[in-house]
C-alpha cells in the first residue's frame, strides 16, 4: 500500500484489491458454518439458473452439502426473487422483505425501458392488483399469469403483462424451482404470502445505507461506481458521502476513490489464493465497475458474451479458464469435468486444480464415474 501524490489516501494495489475481495467473498479460505449465514453475509447469490448458488456456496463453505441448501428452500428461510439489477437471487428471506423496497426504483427503470413502452395506456395499478390477487390464489407461471391478464387487456402481449407485474410485486420462485436434484415449472407468488404472509412494509424499514455498508463488507473495498453497478440504483455519491465519517478511503491503481470498512479484512496482497471452480454469474464477477481485481481485460471476453456468461475457475485469485461438465448415461454414468485454461498451468497450479475439481465432481455426480479433461492452452 503506497501514498499517492494527489491526496493522502492510501493506494491499493490491483492485487490488494484482489486479497481483500477474495477473503470477504469466503474465497482465500473456505468459511465454517451454515449456509443461510453465508447466503446473507453475501447479501444473496445470482440464481438466474437453479445450480449456481450451489456451486458458489461449495466454493466458499467447508463441508458444503447441496440438500442443505435445499432444505433452507423447502422451509422458505431463502427464497428466489428479482433484487440487485433486476435479476434473479437467493436470498434469506429477511432480505427479501428488506432490499426488495430498496431496490424497487431498479425494477420500475428497467421495466419503463422496456416492456413499459409497449403498455402505453394500461391502468399498471389495477394490472398490479389484479396480478396479486391471481398469483396469491395459486403459484403460476408467467405464461399463465400473462394469459389470465389478457382478459383485461386482449390487445396486449402477455409476457410484457406478465413483466409488468413481476416490476410492481415482489414475486419469489416457489419450489420445487431451486431444489437440488429436482425441476419444477418457474411458478410464483407474492413474497408476502410465501413467507407467512408477512408484508414487506413490516419488516426491518428500509435502510439504504446499511445495505451498502453490507456490500462493503462482501465486496470491498469498492468505489461509489462499483455499488451502483451491483444493486443498479443511481446517484448513490450523496449516500455514501454521509457514510463518509464511518468508513476509510483509498484510491486505486487508476486514481479512483475507493471506500471501506475500518474493520474489514485487508489482507498482505501475498496471501495463497487456492484454485477455486465459480459458477456462471458468479457474484465476485459481476459486482464492480471495474472487474480488473478478479478478471484481466484479455480474459473478460472470454468469460462473457453478451447476456450469456460461463462457468470459470480462478488460479491465485484471478479467472485463469472456463469449465463444465458433460454427463451421459444417467446418473450412473461417467461425468467428465472439462478445463479449459487460458493460459498454461503451472505443474503446482494443475495439481491443485485437479485436486478442487474433484471435490466439484463428487458434489455434482456423486454415483458416478469421474473423469477429468484438461485442455491445451
Not at 228 to 238: A, K, N, P, V
Not at 301 to 314: C, D, I, K, M, T
Request: charged fraction near 25%.
Amino acid at each position: 500500500m503506497t501514498k499517492t501524490g494527489k491526496t493522502d489516501a492510501p493506494v491499493l494495489s490491483t492485487r490488494e484489491l484482489n486479497r481483500a475481495t477474495l477473503a470477504r467473498q469466503l474465497l482465500l479460505r473456505r468459511a465454517e458454518g451454515d449456509p443461510l449465514d453465508a447466503v446473507e453475509h453475501l447479501v444473496g447469490l445470482q440464481a438466474q439458473n437453479v445450480k449456481p448458488p450451489y456451486y458458489a456456496l461449495a466454493a466458499r463453505l467447508a463441508g458444503f452439502r447441496p440438500e442443505r441448501l435445499s432444505e433452507l428452500l423447502a422451509d422458505r428461510a431463502v427464497v428466489r426473487i428479482a433484487l440487485m439489477r433486476s435479476t434473479i437471487h437467493l436470498v434469506s428471506a429477511g432480505d427479501c422483505l428488506a432490499l426488495r423496497p430498496l431496490l424497487q426504483p431498479v425494477q420500475d427503470r428497467l421495466f419503463r425501458g422496456n416492456q413499459g413502452k409497449r403498455l402505453g395506456g394500461v391502468d399498471l395499478a389495477r394490472l398490479a392488483t389484479l396480478a396479486r390477487e391471481l398469483v396469491e390464489e395459486q403459484p403460476l407461471t408467467f405464461q399463465a399469469l400473462g394469459e389470465a391478464l389478457r382478459a383485461h387487456w386482449p390487445d396486449r402481449d402477455r409476457q410484457d403483462l406478465a413483466m409488468a407485474a413481476r416490476a410492481a410485486l415482489p414475486l419469489v420462485q416457489v419450489t420445487p424451482r431451486g431444489l437440488w436434484g429436482r425441476s419444477g415449472p418457474i411458478a410464483h407468488t407474492t413474497a408476502e404470502t410465501w413467507l407467512a404472509g408477512r408484508p414487506a412494509t413490516e419488516s426491518e424499514p428500509p435502510d439504504l445505507p446499511g445495505m451498502l455498508l453490507r456490500y462493503l463488507a462482501a465486496f470491498g473495498p469498492a468505489s461509489v461506481k462499483d455499488m451502483q453497478t451491483w444493486c443498479g440504483l443511481t446517484r448513490l455519491r450523496e449516500v455514501v458521502e454521509g457514510l463518509r465519517p464511518r468508513l476509510l478511503s483509498f484510491r486505486d491503481e487508476r486514481g479512483v476513490e475507493l471506500f471501506d470498512l475500518p474493520e474489514a479484512p485487508r489482507p498482505d496482497p501475498e496471501t495463497p489464493a487456492p484454485p477455486r471452480f465459480l459458477p456462471e454469474f458468479d457474484n465476485l464477477l459481476l459486482s464492480h465497475a471495474d472487474r480488473s481485481r478478479v478478471v484481466s481485460d484479455a480474459y473478460r471476453g472470454r468469460v462473457w458474451q453478451g447476456n450469456q456468461a460461463f462457468r470459470s475457475f480462478l488460479v491465485d485469485g484471478s479467472v485463469r479458464g472456463l469449465w463444465r461438465i458433460e454427463t451421459s448415461g444417467g446418473p450412473d454414468g461417467p461425468a467428465t469435468m472439462v478445463i479449459e485454461p487460458f493460459q498454461r498451468l503451472s505443474r503446482a497450479e494443475r495439481v491443485a486444480v485437479e485436486d478442487e475439481a474433484a471435490g466439484v465432481l463428487a458434489m455434482t455426480a456423486p454415483e458416478a464415474r469421474h473423469d477429468l479433461e484438461i485442455a491445451k492452452a
